[in-house]
Structures are given as C-alpha cells and as structure tokens.
C-alpha cells in the first residue's frame, strides 16, 4: 500500500506506512543489511518531498553508514550524502550542508556511467540542492552556474531514439533495427513473407527467425521517469526486475522469444500469424496486469 501512495505521489499518507514497515525491520534485519538501507532510503525520501528535514536526518544518516561500510565507492553511498547535504539544508544548516552536496556531486560525477537509468534524477537533485544553497547564502553568481549546469544536465537527460532523434510513427514498410537483428514493419498483412518459414518454436534465435511471421511487442513502463523520482534506486531496481522476469515468462509461455534492450523496455516475438490478430491474444491479453503494475 504504501508502494501504491508512494507511486500516486501521495506521500502524506505514504509516509506513516513506511514508518512502520521500517519499525518492524530494525527488529528483523541487520543493521547492516540492504533491504533496511533501502526502506530507510525510500521512508526518508518520502519526509524531504513532504519537506520534513528534521524527521528525515537520522534516517539518512544511518543509510550512508551502512553504505559507507558496505559500498563506499558505490554512486548510491554519494548520493546518500546529497541527501543528507539536502535534509540539513532544508534546516538551514548551510555551512555543514555545503560539503555533504559538494562531495555527493562530486562522487556522483564521477560514477555517472554506473548509475542506472532510475538514478538519473538523483545527480539532477543534487545540483539543484547545490543552486538552492548558495541562492540561500546569497551567493548568486554561484547559484547561476549551478542552475546553468542542472538545465544542460536535464536537456541532456531528455529522451530521444537511440540515435538522437525523436520518435516518430512506424510506416508499413519500415525497417526496425534492434541491435544486430533487422525487422520490417508491415501493416494489415504479410505481403512478401515466406508462408513456408511461418511457423518457430521457442528454441529458436532471432537470426532463425528473420523470415518468419510473427508478432513484435515493445513493453515499456508507463510514467518510468515520475517512478524513477518516487522510489529510491534499491526498490525500482527490485520493482523493475520483478516487471521483466514476469514479462519474459509470459512471453515465452506463449512460446515467444524475448530480448531486453534496455532496464526498462522489453522486446518480444510472439508466434503467430500477423494477419490474425487473435493468434497473439493469449500471451498479451496477460501482459496487461504486468503492465498495470511497472
């Protein structure tokens, strides 16, 4: 339930549910243990969204300690120090604040090509923590270069096709490219398909398959990047993983072969003539409540 609030961005009602998770879990888990950091990673930030610094301090105070004993050089043990930077600095501690963000940026920085694409938000979160702070020390000359930097980084962040363009709409015809393998998209038929080669079994590769009729699905997680900036890195990482293994299974349940091109889009070919729509319908009529729940 409180995954649920969490997601609808009801953080008020998320937050005395997470508490309580976390209460029975200190009795249960080790201190030292990663399922405990990451309930005190998501109960904590839930209190800096509901700007709740005080209550929010220890609970990050005790994560990067945990994180600092089993991952000091880990992009997340950083990123718990930005956010402790951001608890002190909604108390107005700026001076114990100042060194907190400076390091976790700075740790982030370093590490960005390990951070997966949940965490992206984070380094954005510390920079603007960063501009707030020495807006709020009336520093402003570094105040705009911080918000310089976090624009360019959002742009950067932006999303685009693998190649840098935008998306655009699939014609029947149409060439689809998916790593080393080539697909042509065709709408309202099988024109120029082999009829002999209509037919694979599970076991088959995608080059086996690249005469073959069959259908392409592109399974992707609705609002991932509103997720990504609820849930902290451990639990979408598990929510995620927990999403693609159910997809994989019911793909290759309905005798589909299954190939994930990124943490958070799936790609599956389900037999079946395409000219039949009812010929896939077992395999994604059981994606739907997958889906609902990415």
């Not at 003539?273 to 409540?289: E, I, K, M, V």
Request: proline letters at 6%; glycine letters at 10%.
């Amino acid at each position: 339930m409180a995954d649920a609030y969490t997601r609808g961005g009801q953080d008020a009602k998320a937050v005395p549910l997470l508490q309580e998770v976390l209460g029975n879990a200190r009795g249960e888990l080790p201190k030292d243990s990663p399922e405990r950091a990451g309930l005190l990673a998501q109960t904590a930030m839930a209190l800096l969204r509901q700007k709740q610094w005080a209550e929010a301090e220890p609970m990050i105070d005790e994560r990067l300690t945990i994180r600092e004993q089993a991952l000091p050089d880990d992009w997340s043990t950083f990123n718990a120090k930005s956010m402790l930077g951001g608890a002190l600095l909604g108390q107005r501690k700026y001076a114990e604040a100042e060194p907190l963000l400076l390091d976790g940026y700075r740790g982030m920085q370093a590490r960005r090509a390990t951070i997966p694409p949940p965490g992206g938000p984070r380094l954005l979160e510390t920079m603007e923590r960063l501009a707030q702070l020495y807006a709020a020390t009336g520093n402003q000359a570094k105040a705009s270069a911080w918000r310089s930097k976090l624009e360019a980084a959002r742009a950067e962040q932006a999303p685009t096709g693998a190649d840098g363009s935008k998306p655009s709409r699939l014609r029947s015809g149409d060439t689809i490219r998916i790593g080393a393998f080539q697909l042509v998209f065709r709408l309202g038929g099988t024109q120029d398909i082999d009829p002999s080669a209509s037919t694979f079994t599970a076991g088959q590769t995608l080059v086996a398959m690249n005469s073959s009729a069959c259908w392409l699905l592109l399974a992707d997680i609705e609002d991932s990047s509103a997720l990504s900036q609820r849930l902290d890195p451990e639990s979408l990482a598990v929510l995620i993983g927990r999403w693609l293994a159910r997809c994989k299974e019911v793909i290759e349940g309905e005798a589909g072969d299954h190939q994930q091109v990124s943490r958070r889009r799936s790609v599956r070919l389900l037999a079946g003539d395409p000219a039949d729509p009812g010929a896939a319908r077992p395999g994604t009529g059981r994606l739907a409540p997958v889906a609902g729940r990415g």
